[in-house]
């Protein structure tokens, strides 16, 4: 259960950042923790009590006694995915504050309708 | 104003997160006897890898993984096309000390090595490519860290990077040749829990994890030579 609160709250603390802040890095920063708060949540999802990990390292291990593995190799996607998405972000980032000469989105004009 | 608006859709969004989460229950047994369960069932007679979130990965959904590799590649690629006229321009302000230079020197090819370890028993134990290429890579930002003129030729970084996603292809192509489908196990599947074991899957894993910690490193590149 506690980790269904822990994971709830990684992504409202992440939403939250890309919400209010000015910086474009917490920005960046805000859907990283959101993203880890999704993870963590989908990976509550397939936890079953009193389980294992799905590896059978020994011959005694019972398919019975091991947690689902469809989500954790979802989750191993998600992970790739969130790295490659926070590294073009960041690249991007870069770039506007060439641009710009700053960080902070209320003063680059562009982003204003 | 803005903060109030903020915390009233946090407030919506948790709202439905809940009320959503209320009727999935925690640590009771939720698994699809189709899919999960028979994963677990008949994952190591099939794949003949013991760990089964890797009998998925590689396996089951290799297809998947084949997409998600090149989901990264774009990502690289785009990295370096958006940093692409600022190469070269690398100037750390203070050079690192002396501690950092040597333990850099001592655990970089610590590193580099349990990384190689985690891909190669990606069938055997917790990790896999994917895994075993970020410790590579972090191996590399170490060396970035510690040292001003440290630099990777990208000859040898896009060379292993095509070479290793090349593999990945052939490997699938082969399983249609050979087998019944893209990505088939063609190769005997050998005794579970053995290095050699589970046919291609340890192929294909080592050549994810050469292409992401290529990858990666070539990222970290990108991203070091635009410091200023």
Same mark, same amino acid.
């Given at each position: 259960m506690v980790y269904y609160?822990?994971?709830?709250?990684?992504?409202?603390? +992440?939403?939250?950042?890309?919400?209010? $802040?000015?910086?474009?890095?917490?920005?960046?920063?805000?859907?990283?923790?959101?993203? *880890? +708060?999704?993870?963590?949540?989908l990976i509550t999802i397939g936890y079953v009590k009193g389980r294992t990990a799905p590896i059978f390292s020994d011959p005694s291990? =019972?398919?019975?006694?091991?947690?689902?593995?469809?989500?954790?190799?979802?989750?191993? *996607?998600?992970?790739?995915?969130?790295?490659?998405?926070?590294?073009?972000?960041?690249?991007?980032?870069? =770039?506007?504050?060439?641009?710009? $000469? *700053?960080?902070?989105?209320? $003063?680059? =004009?562009?982003? $204003?309708? | 104003m803005k903060k109030v608006l903020a915390l009233a859709s946090l407030a919506v969004i948790g709202f439905v997160l809940v009320s959503t989460l209320r009727l999935v229950p925690f640590g009771v047994n939720k698994m699809n006897p189709q899919v999960a369960e028979r994963y677990l069932r008949e994952g190591v007679a099939r794949t003949g890898s013991v760990n089964i979130v890797t009998a998925i990965v590689v396996n089951y959904r290799g297809f998947d993984t084949l997409g998600e590799v090149t989901v990264l590649f774009l990502a690289a690629t785009g990295l370096g096309a958006v940093l692409f006229d600022k190469r070269g321009k690398r100037t750390q302000r203070t050079p690192a000390s002396?501690?950092?230079?040597?333990?850099?020197?001592?655990?970089?090819?610590?590193?580099?090595?349990? +990384?190689?370890?985690?891909?190669?028993?990606?069938?055997?134990?917790?990790? +896999?490519g994917f895994q075993g290429g970020v410790i590579i890579a972090t191996g590399f930002l170490l060396m970035y860290m510690a040292f001003r003129s440290y630099d990777v030729s990208h000859t040898w970084l896009m060379a292993i990077e095509s070479l290793a996603g090349t593999t990945f292809v052939v490997l699938g192509l082969l399983g249609l040749v050979y087998g019944r489908s893209f990505l088939y196990n063609f190769l005997p599947l050998g005794t579970a829990n053995a290095v050699f074991s589970a046919g291609v899957i340890p192929l294909i894993y080592v050549a994810i994890g050469l292409k992401v910690g290529s990858e990666l490193t070539g990222i970290l590149d990108h991203l070091m030579e635009t410091i200023r």
């Open positions: 609160v822990a994971a709830l709250s990684l992504i409202l603390i +992440g939403t939250y950042a890309v919400l209010t $802040k000015k910086n474009i890095v917490k920005i960046v920063l805000g859907l990283s923790i959101a993203e *880890t +708060g999704v993870n963590l949540l291990f =019972r398919p019975e006694k091991m947690v689902d593995p469809v989500p954790q190799a979802l989750v191993l *996607t998600a992970i790739v995915i969130g790295l490659a998405v926070t590294a073009l972000a960041l690249a991007i980032v870069i =770039r506007l504050y060439d641009h710009h $000469k *700053t960080l902070n989105i209320e $003063k680059i =004009r562009q982003l $204003k309708w | 002396l501690i950092v230079k040597s333990a850099a020197l001592i655990l970089f090819p610590l590193i580099v090595l349990l +990384g190689a370890y985690v891909f190669v028993h990606g069938h055997l134990t917790p990790g +896999g």
